[in-house]
């Protein structure tokens, strides 16, 4: 069995003021997503960290299409990890009341993020010599199903020997209290 290799593109942003708890809220929502998925997922967040995100998943489409060797399109991208680490913080401090000091904390992260290609976005055939991907849009659609016939429509059946379609018409249903009647008949 050969192994189809998966290369990951990835990007990173570091020293990004905002705590590394805010971030992941903002990550988490994005995870596992596609990349325009994840665009409108960030455009429309309250949150301010999502504009840092969002720029790391910009410079990460930027990398995957310009990356040599690969011929990417940036939509058919999937985020495959993406992960917020602590970064330095820097103390001060707040002077209070009777000459006392109340620390503040300026908290760093480090945002990071790792594209994919899209696993249904290519569909894997084993022609004679091995493993090649072609793109969905290539690969063989598979028939459509025949809808179901409910008993409002009119239903057309036709028969391998006659020549013209027989006309069937839908069967008239019975009012609820009808049913019941019968039901409760039946189970005396």
Known sequence: MAAVETQIVRAQAKYVHSSARKARLVT?????????????????SQRAVAKDVEKVLRSAVANAESRPGLHWNGDDLVIATVYVDEGPTLKRFRPRARGRAS???????????????NPRALVFDKPAGGVSAKPAAEAKTPRARKPKATTEETVVETTATAEEPTVVAPSEEKPKAARRKKKTEGSE
């Open 28 to 44: 988490d929502l994005i995870r596992g997503r596609s990349v325009p998925e994840a665009r409108t997922v960030l455009a429309f």
């Open 103 to 117: 620390a503040i904390h300026k908290r760093m992260c480090h945002i990071t993020v790792e594209l994919a290609p």
